[in-house]
């Protein structure tokens, strides 16, 4: 499986997430701390929760309670550990449905013909939010978590979304105050990082090169609504060995299913990418 989720990263910018105002709600925005504390299906314990969302094991007791009783997080047999609840799958299954609908279709359709992990995000708050995904079928594939999240500047999903977005929308996710390096080919330098979104704009796709994860490749395209903006973006991932030996055959199946999703949701100028 990817590594998509970095412990390091979110916990780096897991400050940057907390909107500090006076409509904020401290035990909301607590509560939400403590579900982000864990990395996928993971048990943690009292004390390694606290740790991680940096409060007392009373407060922090007090507030996995309570989201126990509406079924967000579930307490082991045993008592001592905890894990994310089914509350939180459910939830899960009603963000962008219609998005969600009207790109499965399209998703089977490349999963049958290449047998590698489709993946379907958008970007929210400056990462990459996976949405859905069909896994491969494949002994050696990769895949990341429906919910989980990546950075933007690391991944094809998210390149191919940002180099579409306005100038204005784009310029301050490119001076971030810190692009994290995932692998020695992740891009942090500001500079070749908009030269690449203007690549990606020119060809109409994006490529991860292991810049996620060693040994893993990505071909990313964006989805556009009627304005032009990008509200979604298809990947198709696997090892490098496979991905990137059919990168042209890819990136032109892909690109063409996101013009097609793209026209459906309303979008009738997107000329043909560069391929």
Same mark, same amino acid.
């Given at each position: 499986m990817f590594g998509y989720m970095k412990r390091d990263f979110i916990l780096q910018n897991k400050a940057s997430r907390v909107a500090h105002d006076r409509y904020t709600v401290e035990a909301v925005v607590r509560a939400l701390d403590l579900l982000e504390a864990f990395q996928g299906g993971e048990e943690l314990t009292l004390t390694e929760i606290a740790e991680r969302v940096g409060l007392n094991k009373s407060r922090v007791f007090r507030l996995l309670h309570s989201l126990a009783v509406r079924g967000y997080v579930e307490r082991s047999a045993d008592g001592i550990r905890y894990t994310l609840g089914v509350k939180l799958i459910e939830r899960a299954a009603c963000v962008r449905r219609d998005l969600r609908q009207l790109a499965l279709p399209? &998703?089977?359709?490349? =999963? *049958?013909?290449? %047998?590698?992990?489709? %993946?379907? !995000? +958008? /970007?929210? #708050?400056?990462?990459? /939010?996976? +949405?859905? &995904?069909?896994?491969? $079928? =494949?002994?050696?594939? &990769?895949a990341a978590a429906v919910g989980s999240r990546s950075p933007w500047h690391s991944t094809a999903l998210g390149k191919a979304m940002v180099a579409y977005l306005p100038e204005e929308e784009r310029r301050p996710l490119l001076q971030a105050e810190r692009l994290v390096r995932l692998t020695e080919r992740t891009l942090t330098d500001r500079e070749r990082l908009a030269r690449e979104l203007e690549r990606v704009r020119r060809q109409g796709y994006a490529v991860d090169e292991g810049e996620t994860? #060693?040994? *893993? !490749?990505? +071909?990313? @395209?964006?989805? /556009? %609504?009627?304005?032009?903006?990008?509200v979604a973006a298809l990947s198709l991932s696997g090892p490098v060995e496979r991905i990137l030996v059919k990168r042209q055959e890819i990136a032109? !199946?892909?690109? @063409?299913?996101?013009?097609? /999703? $793209?026209?459906?949701?309303?979008? =009738?100028? =997107? $000329? @043909? @990418? $560069?391929?």
């Open positions: 399209f &998703m089977q359709r490349l =999963h *049958a013909q290449f %047998n590698e992990t489709v %993946n379907l !995000a +958008i /970007l929210d #708050r400056g990462e990459v /939010l996976y +949405i859905e &995904m069909l896994e491969s $079928s =494949h002994p050696f594939r &990769m994860e #060693r040994g *893993a !490749a990505c +071909i990313g @395209a964006p989805i /556009l %609504n009627r304005e032009g903006r990008p032109v !199946a892909l690109v @063409a299913t996101c013009q097609e /999703l $793209s026209r459906r949701m309303g979008f =009738h100028e =997107h $000329s @043909a @990418a $560069s391929i």
